[in-house]
C-alpha cells in the first residue's frame, strides 16, 4: 500500500488522480476544483451522446414558444432511447424532467438539469472514494481525505463547467488541469 489508496481505487483515470491530489496536503482547493471539474467534464463526454445533448436542446431550447409552453415530461421522457444504457444519461434525463417540473424553461431548466447533474456525479464518486479510504487507510488519513471532499464541494462553483456541459461540442473538450512545472510556479506559502 506504498503508493496509496487511490490506486485501488475502482474508478477512471480522472477520479483516481483527484483522489491523489486530494490525499496531498500541497493542492489547493482551488487546484482540486479544477481536476474535479475535468473529472466531471471527461464523465459527461463519455457517457451522454452527443445525439441526447441535441435533443433536448432542440425539445428545451428552439421552441419559439418556449417561454408559453414548456416540453411535456413524455417528450422528454422519450430521449431515454438516446441514453444507450448511460447511467449519466438517464440521470441527466430524470435531472431535466425535475427543471421542468420545477417551472424551469429553455436554456436554464437544460442549465439547471446539468448542475444538478454534475453535483450528483461528484456526490457518487466522492462518497466511493471516501468509503475507499475509509476501508484502506489510517483512520487520521481517512479524515484528512474526508475533510478535503467536504472543501471540493463548498469550493468554486460549477457555473463554468455548467455552461461548457450546455454549449456541447467543443467546449466538452476534457482540458488537462494546470500543471506546474518550474521552480517559481510551484507550491504557494501558506
Given at each position: 500500500m506504498s503508493d496509496g489508496p487511490h490506486r485501488s481505487l475502482p474508478m477512471g483515470r480522472r477520479w483516481k488522480k483527484l483522489a491523489e491530489c486530494m490525499d496531498n496536503p500541497s493542492f489547493s482547493t482551488e487546484s482540486l476544483c479544477e481536476?474535479?471539474?475535468?473529472a466531471i467534464l471527461d464523465e459527461f463526454s463519455r457517457e451522454v451522446p452527443d445525439t441526447?445533448?441535441?435533443?433536448l436542446r432542440i425539445i428545451l431550447?428552439?421552441?419559439?414558444?418556449?417561454?408559453?409552453?414548456?416540453?411535456?415530461?413524455?417528450?422528454?421522457?422519450?430521449?431515454?432511447?438516446?441514453?444507450?444504457?448511460s447511467s449519466v444519461g438517464n440521470l441527466l434525463i430524470d435531472c431535466v424532467i425535475e427543471a421542468v417540473n420545477c417551472g424551469a424553461s429553455g436554456e436554464a431548466a437544460l442549465a439547471a438539469a446539468c448542475s444538478e447533474a454534475a453535483n450528483e456525479i461528484f456526490d457518487r464518486h466522492g462518497r466511493g472514494m471516501a468509503e475507499h479510504y475509509q476501508r484502506e487507510a489510517r483512520a487520521n488519513r481517512a479524515s484528512y481525505f474526508q475533510s478535503r471532499l467536504e472543501s471540493v464541494q463548498e469550493g468554486r462553483s460549477m457555473d463554468d463547467l455548467v455552461n461548457r456541459i450546455v454549449l456541447g461540442g467543443?467546449?466538452?473538450?476534457?482540458?488537462a488541469p494546470t500543471r506546474y512545472s518550474g521552480l517559481e510556479e510551484g507550491v504557494g506559502i501558506l
Open positions: 481536476r474535479r471539474d475535468s441526447l445533448m441535441s435533443a431550447c428552439s421552441s419559439d414558444q418556449s417561454s408559453l409552453f414548456s416540453p411535456s415530461g413524455d417528450e422528454i421522457e422519450n430521449l431515454r432511447m438516446h441514453t444507450n444504457g467543443r467546449a466538452m473538450v476534457a482540458r
